[in-house]
């Protein structure tokens, strides 16, 4: 079955995510050749072809065609409202998607802030205005790219959208999780027509995928 996802061009995500991708695809038979995050960015290893590339493109080049496959998180598949087939979750990467604040404003309701008022800062602006305008609400979202916590601080916005994963950093800037807007992890993602015309290939590499993920790997401590 292996053998049979040879040939597909799979877009792997640079960052957290990328040991986490490589050992689910060693597990699943169909290992990424490399040991760590690699400099190059294309690559072969026994008959696929990768692609090395920041999350938020990922959905691009596989809408394109560029990449037959892609693993993505959830939230840049939200936000990004590309025209890709989800496949199946993946599992990993876990975090979530959350308004958060200053924990001073916790007793405040978003409409008590006040709609003319309300400013959002956030790497998600589309998921952030379809979120608030599902509460009747149509606030002032600020796009930044990173340190979005530093907002509520600095008084540059009164609410973030971000993802978390443990809180840490919230904590740490005197913020807390407001509201949970969706739970995230990696999917798995394919190119419509390469759907179509590698089938078999993307079926036995969801397949050997699958089996990996439901055999729980060895605890190192014994």
Same mark, same amino acid.
């Given at each position: 079955?292996?053998?049979?996802?040879?040939?597909?061009?799979?877009?792997?995500?640079? +960052?957290?995510?990328?040991?986490?991708?490589?050992?689910?695809?060693? @597990?699943? +038979?169909?290992?990424?050749?490399?040991?760590?995050?690699?400099?190059?960015?294309?690559?072969?290893?026994?008959?696929?072809?990768?692609?090395?590339?920041?999350?938020?493109?990922?959905?691009?080049?596989?809408?394109?065609?560029?990449?037959?496959?892609?693993?993505?998180?959830?939230?840049?598949?939200?936000?990004?409202?590309?025209?890709?087939?989800?496949?199946?979750?993946?599992?990993?990467?876990?975090?979530?998607?959350?308004?958060?604040? @200053?924990?001073?404003?916790?007793?405040?309701?978003?409409?008590?802030?006040?709609?003319?008022?309300?400013?959002?800062?956030?790497?998600?602006?589309?998921?952030?205005?379809?979120?608030?305008?599902?509460?009747?609400?149509?606030?002032?979202?600020?796009?930044?790219? +990173?340190?979005?916590?530093?907002?509520?601080?600095? +008084?540059?916005?009164?609410?973030?959208?971000?993802?978390?994963?443990?809180?840490?950093?919230?904590?740490?800037?005197?913020?807390?999780?407001?509201?949970?807007?969706?739970?995230?992890?990696?999917?798995?993602?394919?190119?419509?027509?390469?759907?179509?015309?590698?089938?078999?290939?993307?079926?036995?590499?969801?397949?050997?995928?699958?089996?990996?993920?439901?055999?729980?790997?060895?605890?190192?401590?014994?």
């Amino acid at each position: 079955m292996v053998d049979a996802a040879r040939g597909l061009t799979i877009a792997v995500p640079k +960052g957290r995510l990328f040991s986490e991708v490589g050992e689910l695809f060693a @597990r699943a +038979g169909c290992p990424l050749g490399v040991a760590e995050e690699p400099r190059r960015l294309v690559w072969e290893h026994e008959g696929r072809r990768f692609l090395l590339a920041k999350p938020v493109d990922i959905p691009v080049y596989v809408r394109y065609g560029v990449a037959d496959v892609g693993i993505v998180g959830k939230d840049v598949l939200l936000e990004a409202g590309e025209d890709v087939y989800e496949l199946f979750d993946l599992g990993i990467g876990a975090c979530r998607l959350v308004v958060a604040g @200053r924990k001073e404003g916790r007793g405040r309701t978003y409409r008590e802030v006040g709609p003319q008022a309300l400013r959002v800062a956030t790497k998600y602006p589309r998921v952030a205005r379809e979120f608030f305008a599902s509460r009747g609400l149509y606030p002032d979202v600020i796009a930044l790219s +990173g340190s979005i916590e530093l907002a509520p601080v600095v +008084g540059l916005a009164d609410l973030i959208v971000d993802i978390v994963a443990t809180g840490r950093t919230l904590r740490e800037n005197g913020l807390e999780e407001y509201e949970t807007i969706a739970p995230v992890t990696a999917r798995l993602v394919a190119n419509r027509a390469s759907l179509r015309l590698k089938d078999e290939a993307i079926a036995a590499l969801t397949a050997c995928l699958e089996a990996a993920l439901s055999v729980r790997p060895p605890d190192p401590e014994g």
